[in-house]
């Protein structure tokens, strides 16, 4: 299976950085790595914005926010940023090897 560098800076600052196994999607990665502060209630159903995380750093394109991500990402708490997205619509893909997600 292949894997691709995630990190997360997590809101004390620190750094976490794991080996993710493509095909799934980044909130089920921030779960299986303890990532405090992304909960993914909703199981990535669009309906909750607990996975709610801002990119620092994307080595490729993202996929577009689609209509139903920019409604929930405008109730997300804390409030959207720039670069904020809803990590359950983020694929582990090659592509995002060495991306770098921050946690509001
Ligand atoms: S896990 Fe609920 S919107 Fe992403």
Redesign the pocket.
């Known amino acids: 299976m292949e894997t691709i560098c995630v990190t997360w800076i997590l809101q004390d600052g620190s750094r976490k950085t794991a080996a993710v196994e493509t095909g799934g999607n980044l909130?089920e990665a921030a779960l299986d790595n303890a990532i405090d502060g992304i909960?993914?209630?909703?199981?990535?159903?669009?309906?909750?914005?607990?996975?709610?995380v801002v990119i620092e750093e994307a080595p490729a394109a993202l996929p577009d926010i689609s209509p139903d991500?920019d409604d929930?990402l405008d109730m997300a708490e804390p409030e959207r940023l720039p670069g904020s997205r809803?990590?359950?619509?983020l694929l582990a893909v090659p592509e995002l090897d060495g991306i770098v997600l921050r946690v509001p």
């Open positions: 909130m909960v993914g209630q909703c199981g990535g159903s669009l309906a909750c914005a607990t996975c709610h991500e929930m809803l990590s359950c619509q």
